[in-house]
């Protein structure tokens, strides 16, 4: 065999699989694989009028995640996601996906004519849809079930055994091709959830051995409460932690809003970059202090909403510096943190710390504030700790905090 002759691909008996390991496994994701393995089966005469997958995911937001196709929808998809309290509601409990997920039983249901049996309330509105006979297939992962089919036609007679036996014949090679989409996308979103999408993407890629790095120019966000230790001394620690949450979801929120990305939670600190890679320094400028001032807001706007139920009202400090940084893997030979050092890291961590001294909420370099727009009021210039630079610092007209320390 020479270097030009292709390589022989075995043939399959059952055409269904046959595409399935040649077109289907050459999908990008499984909205793909939806979408062209129903045209496929339309094509090839299977009187199919809607399709959906439903999968299980591992996302802080969503348990599970359904891809829905409709014959007559120019082949798209159509994506819903549903939270972790769909398990505990009437529209699963009384689904016929229930006995699939939990039994890994498969429901066939007549919707018209003197078989029907509507016992399940989806099924009501799939007849009224003009559906005629709908299936229910699970698909077994290697863990177990973790995804479900469902087959529907509009057909007066419904679905032909030979159908059911096709469809089912094609569900093990399908679970395989589906797993791998699900894994992908579960990888993505746990190192998306706890070390930040571009961090993520770049482990995906490979840079995940230690020493690996780039130099990378941001503007540097680090926030952190004042008095939050003697907090935990009052309180229980599930009452920390809710306060916690509530404090850095309004952190977090604008800073994403606004282009930035979350690096790192530290105890009660917050690392977030604005990388300027695709955007102008002024442009990433701007958004890190329009993001503080949103921040700013959505803080005061949930203080006056707590001070009704006797809820401790929270100080922080919110610092803004650009720089250089290191950007890349630090740690021990196998635990490893994707995270940014350098000075201007060290900076702007002394820059918050400054927010206690000087008493304000906001406190921004001359770094940043030559690029931005709206008026920054300067505070002087101050030596900062461990540092040895004297520099100056900048804050919002509007948003001095004159309370003292809580420390």
């Known amino acids: 065999m020479t270097a030009d002759t292709p390589v022989p691909t075995a043939e399959c008996f059952d055409p269904d699989v046959q595409w399935l390991v040649t077109t289907g496994r050459t999908q990008a994701g499984a909205r793909e694989l939806v979408a062209e393995l129903c045209k496929h089966l339309v094509a090839t005469g299977l009187p199919l009028a809607r399709m959906m997958l439903s999968m299980r995911t591992l996302h802080p937001l969503v348990a599970a995640r359904g891809i829905f196709w409709r014959r007559g929808n120019a082949g798209c998809t159509e994506q819903v996601d549903r939270g972790h309290s769909i398990l505990g509601e009437e529209v699963y409990l009384r689904s016929p996906l229930r006995p699939a997920y939990e039994q890994g039983r498969a429901v066939r249901r007549r919707l018209v004519g003197p078989d029907a049996r509507l016992d399940f309330p989806v099924l009501e509105e799939l007849r009224d849809e003009g559906l005629t006979d709908y299936l229910v297939l699970p698909v077994r992962f290697t863990d177990g ?27 093990p090679v399908l679970a395989l091709l589906i797993e791998v989409h699900a894994r992908r996308e579960v990888s993505s979103t ?61 952190m977090v929120e604008p800073v994403r809003q606004r282009g930035g990305e979350v690096l790192k939670f530290i105890g009660d600190a917050m690392l977030a970059i604005f990388p300027l890679a695709e955007r102008d320094v002024d442009i990433a400028c ?48 196998d635990r490893l943190d994707f995270t940014v050092i350098g000075p201007a890291v060290n900076r702007v961590v002394r820059i918050e710390e400054m927010c206690r001294t000087l008493q304000h909420e906001v ?9 931005v727009d709206e008026p920054l009021v300067s505070v002087g210039r101050h030596v900062l700790r461990g540092v040895g630079e004297t520099v ?6 509007d948003h001095v905090d004159t309370r003292a320390a809580a420390e």
Not at 213 to 228: H, K, M, P, Q, S
Not at 363 to 371: F, P, Y
Request: hydrophobic share 45%.
């Open 392 to 397: 100056e610092l900048f804050t919002l007209p």
């Open 286 to 333: 701007k958004a890190a202090l329009k993001a503080a001032r949103e921040a700013l807001q959505s803080m005061q706007a949930h203080s006056q909403a707590c001070a009704e139920c006797g809820v401790p009202d929270l100080q922080f400090g919110i610092a803004l510096h650009l720089g250089d940084v290191i950007f890349g893997n630090i740690g021990a030979p």
């Open 145 to 171: 079930v973790q995804a479900v089919t469902t087959w529907a036609t509009d057909r007066a007679e419904g679905f032909a055994e030979a159908d059911i036996a096709r469809l089912r014949a094609l569900i």
């Open 363 to 371: 406190l921004v370099s001359a770094d940043v504030a030559r690029h």
């Open 190 to 250: 746990l190192l998306d959830t706890y070390i930040g999408g571009a961090a993520g993407r770049r482990v995906l890629n490979g840079q995940i051995k230690r020493g690996d790095n780039e130099t990378i120019r941001a503007v540097l966000w680090y926030c952190d409460l004042r008095g939050f230790t003697p907090l935990t001394e009052r309180m229980d620690g599930a009452s920390v932690i809710r306060i916690l949450n509530e404090y850095f979801e309004r």
